[in-house]
């Protein structure tokens, strides 16, 4: 299994990160509300929503140690709806709770929208390969957002990615196999999100 964690920028760069060594990060049990604690915890320190992306190095460690650790979370997902090609299981939900957390399935040659999450965001690809391509905005006109690509990464089994905020990207499901990923995202802004059209080089609220 890979272990290699990524942070993708607001400007589409795809870039390796360090990746704490699986014997470091061993500690049984570590159960989902330890979890969803020290994640509340590192966040306390961010002055304000907008700042909790710089806690990411932290949070792509627990990230990782809670799905090292945690066989029960690889075993919540369902498989994905045959209409649209994805199911996405909650695994904690609370009016007001701050995080999103998910398991979500996808099957092969399944294609996302173009967007972005209005928060930061952490991946960790249990099953199955994905390819992510990015995008950056450039900007021409108050009227019109245009993108273009910025690069692509294949992410494999074990490997983990992170997003800056702003970060836009597709995901294309590849191969035989369904895609089972651990999902976990901060406080999203609505008014931050958006899902993108490169043929009309337009944007609207996701």
């Known amino acids: 299994m890979n272990a290699h964690d990524w942070f993708v920028t607001s400007d589409g760069q795809c870039q390796p990160r360090p990746s704490a060594r699986a014997w ?17 915890d590192i966040l306390a320190d961010a002055p304000d929503e907008k700042e909790e992306w710089d806690f990411l190095p932290q949070i792509r460690r627990q990230v990782r140690q809670f799905v090292l650790n945690s066989y029960w979370v690889k075993t919540q997902a369902d498989r994905p709806n045959p209409q649209t090609g994805v199911n996405v299981t909650p695994l904690y939900d ?25 928060a930061w965001g952490v991946l960790f690809q249990i099953q199955g390969e994905e390819r992510h391509i990015f995008w950056r905005r450039v900007e021409t006109s108050a009227d019109a957002t245009h993108i273009e690509i910025a690069g692509e990464h294949l992410l494999r089994p074990g490997e983990l990615i992170s997003f800056h905020p702003d970060a836009i990207h597709q995901v294309e499901t590849l191969g035989h196999t369904d895609s089972l990923t651990f999902q976990l995202y901060g406080d999203t802004q609505p008014q931050g999100r958006f899902q993108y059209q490169p043929e009309t080089q337009t944007a609207k609220p996701f």
């Open 94 to 118: 609370e009016i007001g709770y701050p995080l999103t957390i998910q398991n979500v399935t996808t099957q092969p040659g399944m294609f996302t929208s173009i967007h972005n999450h209005g």
């Open 24 to 40: 470091d990060l061993l500690r049984e049990p570590y159960y989902l509300h330890q979890f969803l604690t020290e994640i509340l």
